[in-house]
C-alpha cells in the first residue's frame, strides 16, 4: 500500500531542446532515408507521409508518457493532492499538464494536414520542403513548452522526494510550536535521523519513521512548527503540517514545552492549540508535555495548570508527559498514543457496515456438558509410582551431578550400552516377534526346500487338506488308476523289436561313416553307377550309397538288393527296365540340342548337351563356395565401384611430382 | 528371499542368478538367463516356443489339473510363523511331491499310449525290409562308406554291365 504513493517512478522529462533532438535523431533512425528522384511519385510521397506520421507518433507517445505518469490531483488521496497544491500550486500543476496535452493535440493536427499535402507534391523537391515545415512546425510547438516542461522536471525530482507516507495505515502525527522537541522524539523513537537544531524551523518539511509496536509497523510523521497565526498567512512550510493534519487519520501528538525555552510562552502554546483544534477532530489526541527534565506539569503554577487540565478535559485530551533529553516517559508517551490509536480504529471499524460482514461468519462453538459427572484423567498407579522415583535426586559420586536415584524404565539404549555400544551391539528384532509360543520366537525360519518356496505351501489348513489327498490317492490306487495297461509284447514281437535294434544301429553306423568323410562335392564323390534318370538319383540316401558300393566291390548280397528297393518302391532294377527310359543315344543327342535354347546365354560358348554346362556349373558353385560360406563379396554380386579414388585425388599440387600419389 | 519363476521359461530363478527387466509400467520380467531374455527381446511368445514350461502346458504336454498342484500358491495372506505348521507343511511337501512324481508318470504313460502300434509297425517293417543289414558286420559297413569313389572307367562297366 505505501508503494502506491511512490511518486519515484516517473521518469525524467527532458527539455524541449533534448525531447527535439531525441525525436529527430529517433526519425532518422527508423525510417527509411534513401530516395531518389527518379523513384516513382507515389514512392516518394510514401516515404515523406511515413516522415511526418513517423514524427507525429513519436510526440504522441513522449508526450502521453508524460501526461500520464503524472499523478492526477482529482484521483489521488486528498493528503496527496493538497500536498502538492501547498508545494506547487495546483493551478500551475494542472496549467503545465493541459499544455503538454494541448501541445500533442496540435501537433497531431499539423501532422495530419501536412500528410494531406504531401498526397499532391508532385516532385521530391516539394514533399520533402513539406516534410521539412511540418517537423518545423512540430519544433515550434515543442519549443513553446519549454517552461512547463521544466517545471514538471522540478516538480518531479521534488515529487521523488518526498517522503512515502501511507495515509491509511497506523500513524503518529507529530505537531506544535517550533523547537518543543518533536523532531528528538522522532529521534527518540525511529530510526528517522532527523535533524535536530536548536533553532525554529530546522525542519522544514514532512518526515517520516516507522517503528514497531505490539508487532504492527507503525508510521510517525514528525511535521514543522507551526506559529498561531491565521491559516491565510502560514507559509508553505507550516501549511504542509496543516495539510498533514487535516487529511491524516492518525493519533495527534500536540508537543507543549512548559519550560518556555523554545522561546514561545505558555499562553502562546495554548493559543496554537485552540487555533489548530478543529483539525483534532475525531481524532485521538494526547498532550505531551515535553522537556520535563526543567519543568514538569506539577511544577506549575496553580492557575495555568487549572487551565491546562480544564481544557484537556473539555476535550478529551489524554496527558502524557515526557523528557527526550533523560528518555523519561518517552515510550509511555508512545505506548499511551499507539494504545489510544488501536482503540479508536478499532472502534471505527466496529461501527462501519463491513463489520457485520466478518460478524457473521465467526462462530465459537461451545460444547455442552453431557452431566455433572466429573471424569478425571486417568493415570495408573504405575505410572505415577515411576514418576516419584524420577524425582528423588542424589548425588552421582564420580561427577557430583544430580541423577535420578533409579531409571524411571530400562530403555533400549541402556540395553545398548550394556552390550558392548554402538556399533557392536544388534537390535534383535525377533524379541518383539508376536507368536502363539514364545519359545519359537528364535527359530531360523527355512524358506526353500527341494526347489521350491515353503511360503507358498504355508497354509494353516494344509492338515485337512493334505488328508484329503492322501484320501483321493487311496480312491484312485483302488480304482486302479495307477495300474501300466500296456499290453505285453509276444516273444515274436520282441525279437522283432531286438532285430530293429540292431538294424537302426547300423544304420546309424553307415551315417556317422559316412558323415567323417571331407567334405567334397556330392556329384563328384559317388559319381554315377547307373544310367537311372536324374530324378532317382538325386535321392541321395546313405542307405543307397552304402548298396551300390557293396555291390561296386562284388558283393552281391541278397541285402543289396532288398536295400535298394527300400530306396524307391519298385527297386532301381525296375526303373531301368522301364521302356520310358530306354531311348537310343541318337534321339536323346537330338532331344538335348533342340532343348538347348540358343539364346540362352548361359550355354553359349558351350558344346552341345549338357555335359560341358553341367561341368561348368560344378566348377562356378566350387570357387564360390568358400566366399558365400564366410558371406563374402562374389564376382557376380553388384558393386559400384569407386568413382573417385581418394588416394588419386588428395594432396596434388599444380607442378612437381605431387600429380601422383 | 524367494525363489520366482523366469517370465520365460518358468524354470526356478535363484537368488543372485538371472535378471529382472522392470518396464516403465512397473511390471516386473524376471529371466532364468540370457537365452530367454533374448528370447524375450526377440518378442517371441513363450507358449510358441517349443522348449518353454508355457508351450509344454498347452500342447498339453504337462499336467496341468491335478488336486496335488492347489498346493503351491502365493496366497498373500499373511500367516504367523507357527513351529506347528511350519513343520506339518515341510512333511506335506515332501508327501505331495512324490505323489505330484507319481501322477506324471501315470500322465505321460497315457498320453503315450497310442504310439505302442505305431512302434510295433515300424519295428516290422524295417525288419522285414533291411533283415540283411542286420547280418553285415560292422567292420564292412564302416570300410565301405569310407571306400574312395569308383573310378570313371569302372562306372563305365558298371553302366555296361547295368
Known sequence: ?661 | MRLEKCFFCSSNVYPGHGMMFVRNDSKIFRFCRSKCHRNFKLKRNPRKVRWTKAFRRTAGKDMTIDSTLEFEKRRNIPVRYDRDLMATTLKAMKRIKEIKARRESVFYRQRMAHKHAQEKAENQKLVDDMVDLADIPAEEIQQAMRLPEVSGGQRQNAMETA
Open chain 1, 1 to 661: 500500500m505505501s508503494s502506491y504513493y511512490n511518486f519515484k517512478k516517473i521518469q525524467v522529462i527532458p527539455g524541449s531542446e533534448d525531447l527535439l533532438n531525441i525525436i529527430l535523431s529517433k526519425i532518422q533512425r527508423k525510417t527509411p532515408t534513401v530516395i531518389h528522384p527518379g523513384y516513382k511519385i507515389s514512392r516518394i510521397r510514401e516515404f515523406y507521409m511515413r516522415k511526418i506520421k513517423f514524427a507525429q507518433d513519436c510526440f504522441d507517445e513522449k508526450l502521453d508518457h508524460i501526461t500520464g505518469e503524472f499523478p492526477k490531483l482529482d484521483e489521488i488521496h486528498p493528503f496527496y493532492a493538497d500536498l502538492m497544491n501547498v508545494l506547487y500550486d495546483r493551478d500551475h500543476y494542472k496549467l503545465a499538464l493541459g499544455q503538454i496535452s494541448k501541445a500533442k493535440h496540435l501537433i497531431d493536427s499539423v501532422a495530419k494536414d501536412y500528410t494531406r499535402l504531401v498526397k499532391f507534391g508532385d516532385s521530391l523537391y516539394r514533399c520533402k520542403q513539406l516534410k521539412v515545415a511540418a517537423l518545423g512546425r512540430m519544433a515550434t510547438i515543442i519549443k513553446r513548452q519549454k517552461d512547463s516542461l521544466t517545471y514538471l522536471e522540478q516538480v518531479r525530482q521534488h515529487l521523488a522526494r518526498l517522503p512515502s507516507i501511507d495515509p491509511n495505515t497506523r500513524t503518529l502525527l507529530v505537531c506544535g510550536y517550533p523547537n518543543v522537541g518533536k523532531s528528538s522524539f522522532m529521534n527518540k523513537l525511529t530510526r528517522a535521523d532527523v535533524d535536530v537544531q536548536p533553532y525554529a524551523f530546522t525542519t522544514k518539511s514532512l518526515f517520516v519513521g516507522h517503528m514497531d509496536y505490539k508487532y504492527l509497523r507503525w508510521q510517525l510523521i514528525d511535521t514543522p512548527g507551526i506559529l498561531d497565526h491565521p491559516l491565510e498567512d502560514r507559509n508553505t512550510i507550516e501549511m504542509q503540517s496543516v495539510t498533514a493534519l487535516a487529511h491524516l487519520r492518525a493519533c495527534v501528538l500536540f508537543f507543549i514545552d512548559l519550560s518556555e525555552e523554545c522561546g514561545f510562552s505558555i499562553d502562546a502554546q495554548l493559543n496554537l492549540y485552540n487555533t489548530i483544534k478543529p483539525l483534532f477532530a475525531g481524532k485521538p489526541t494526547v498532550m505531551v508535555v515535553n522537556k520535563i527534565d526543567k519543568k514538569r506539569m506539577e511544577d506549575l503554577d496553580a492557575p495555568t495548570r487549572e487551565r491546562i487540565e480544564a481544557m484537556l478535559a473539555r476535550d478529551g485530551v489524554t496527558l502524557a508527559q515526557q523528557s527526550c533529553y533523560t528518555d523519561e516517559g518517552v515510550i509511555a508517551v508512545r505506548d499511551t498514543a499507539c494504545d489510544l490509536l488501536i482503540a479508536a480504529r478499532a472502534d471505527m471499524k466496529l461501527r462501519s457496515h463491513r463489520v457485520q460482514d466478518v460478524l457473521n461468519k465467526l462462530h465459537v462453538a461451545q460444547p455442552q456438558a453431557r452431566d455433572d459427572v466429573a471424569r478425571p484423567a486417568f493415570v495408573p498407579e504405575a505410572a505415577l509410582e515411576r514418576q516419584r522415583a524420577a524425582k528423588e535426586m542424589v548425588r552421582d559420586p564420580d561427577t557430583g551431578e544430580l541423577v535420578p536415584l533409579k531409571r524411571s524404565m530400562t530403555l533400549a539404549r541402556d540395553v545398548e550400552a550394556e552390550h558392548g555400544g554402538a556399533g557392536v551391539y544388534n537390535v534383535n528384532l525377533k524379541d518383539r516377534y508376536l507368536l502363539a509360543n514364545d519359545d519359537w520366537k528364535q527359530d531360523i525360519i527355512p524358506e526353500l526346500m527341494d526347489g521350491k518356496n515353503i511360503a507358498d505351501f504355508i497354509d494353516p489348513d494344509i492338515a485337512e487338506r493334505l488328508a484329503a489327498l492322501e484320501e483321493e490317492e487311496e480312491r484312485l490306487i483302488a480304482e486302479g488308476f495307477y495300474d501300466d495297461n500296456t499290453p505285453d509284447l509276444t516273444p515274436a514281437e520282441l525279437e522283432t523289436r531286438a532285430r530293429a535294434k540292431i538294424i537302426r544301429d547300423k544304420k546309424a553306423l553307415a551315417r556317422a561313416a559316412h558323415s567323417s568323410l571331407a567334405t567334397m562335392p556330392r556329384m563328384e564323390l559317388h559319381g554315377r553307377l547307373d544310367p537311372r534318370p536324374e530324378r532317382i538319383t538325386r535321392r541321395l540316401n546313405t542307405l543307397p550309397i552304402l548298396a551300390r558300393r557293396l555291390a561296386a566291390k562284388g558283393k552281391d548280397l541278397p541285402a543289396t538288393a532288398q536295400l535298394m528297393r527300400s530306396v524307391s518302391q519298385g527297386g532301381w532294377r525296375a526303373a531301368a527296365e522301364d521302356p520310358a527310359y530306354a531311348r537310343k543315344p541318337s534321339e536323346v543327342m537330338k532331344m538335348r540340342r533342340l532343348e538347348g535354347d540358343q539364346k540362352n546365354r548361359q550355354l553359349m560358348g558351350l558344346a552341345p548337351g549338357k555335359a560341358q554346362y553341367n561341368q561348368a556349373i560344378k566348377e562356378v558353385r566350387f570357387t564360390q563356395r568358400g566366399p558365400n560360406l564366410m558371406a563374402k563379396r562374389g564376382e557376380s554380386d553388384r558393386h559400384i565401384m569407386t568413382k573417385m579414388p581418394k588416394h588419386l585425388f588428395s594432396g596434388k599440387r599444380t607442378i612437381g611430382k605431387t600429380d601422383r600419389r
